[in-house]
């Protein structure tokens, strides 16, 4: 009888003491050294990076040409069966392959690093073997440490492939630092889902024309009312010279004035009181390419259900909360 909670704990002891291994070996190692060289060809490289494995270092492989693709280095998987019927043809020498195999002796990989040798394609070996030929015949080798897989026959590539994962994040990573790829590049490749919902400049969602709710100053609050009644957003902004935004005023902001002087002339209340005196001034606002996640982070840090968008402190757009959440923003 198998205790599977015992079993799960083992497993994840396992991988844990597999990585622990990699960040030691990271401490003045070989394994630095080739990873600065690998990180500047890669950095440094006019065409894409090529990543090449079969088996689970092949499925490794296509994951992170994803997240090497995503953060800003162009990449993609070259599976070796096909390049050895035809794909080679998509390797060109202003590339940089970088090859998966644990053992470092995976045949199929043979013309994939033919190939590179005769066109003088710079080669990366990541692998668990430092005689290996791959490692011997790569330009560089990034040589992870001999950890025991999780699976208890030492056979099922386990922790070995999570090393593989690792190393492979960190290089995606450290090239995105490089780089300087920021959250507006993520937004260029992530278009789609809540990522790219997150990451969309709130003037591509913004309330802009005839549907922004302004008064003038002098504006009696029965006009005001009535604004914010017909734009149903919640809020008026008030401008002041220039047009530039001097204050808002809430719907909220509406009831406790009229509680405040529930017991006054209605006409003095509505029709002799203007905006101007119970607006509210340097209230929050954001640039046109304030990202969507941090306006929504600063709408429910202040408690408040929008925000009016400037330029030159003029008002061109107005954000909501609801707006927001309902675009898949979180």
Known sequence: MVDKAASVSEVIAVNATGLQALQDVLQDSDLTRALDTALDLIDQMKG????AGVGKSGLIGRKLAATFASTGTPAFFVHPAEASHGDLGMIQSDDV????????????????LTYSRRFAVPTIAM??????????????????????????????PTTST???????????????????????????????????????????????????????????????????????L???????????????????????????????????????TSADSIMTGGSVF?????????????????????????????PTGLVTLMQLLQRGVA
């Open 48 to 51: 894409r990076l090529i990543v």
């Open 97 to 112: 392959v970088l090859m998966l195999s644990w053992s470092g002796e995976t045949k199929e990989l043979s013309d994939i």
């Open 127 to 156: 692998t668990g073997r430092a005689d290996s030929t791959l490692s011997q015949k790569a330009d560089v080798a990034l040589i992870l440490p001999l950890v025991k897989e999780a699976c208890p026959h030492n056979l099922a």
């Open 162 to 232: 999570l090393l593989q994962l690792a190393l492979g994040d960190a290089l995606a990573i450290t090239l995105l630092k490089m780089k300087g790829f920021s959250e507006e590049s993520f937004r260029d490749f992530h278009p789609g889902g809540k990522l790219g919902a997150a990451l969309t400049p709130v003037s591509d969602i913004m309330y802009s024309g005839d549907d922004l709710p302004l008064v003038a100053l002098d504006t009696p609050v029965m006009e005001v009312v009535g604004e914010i009644s017909t734009k149903s």
């Open 234 to 272: 919640g809020i008026v902004g008030v401008l002041g010279s220039g047009g530039k935004l001097a204050g808002v005023i809430t719907d909220g902001d509406i009831r406790r004035y009229l509680e405040a002087n529930s017991t006054g002339s209605m006409k003095q209340a509505m029709l002799e």
């Open 286 to 314: 954001f640039e046109p390419q304030r990202l969507c996640a941090r306006a929504l982070n600063v709408l429910q840090q202040n408690r408040i259900s929008a925000a009016f968008v400037l330029e030159d402190g003029k």
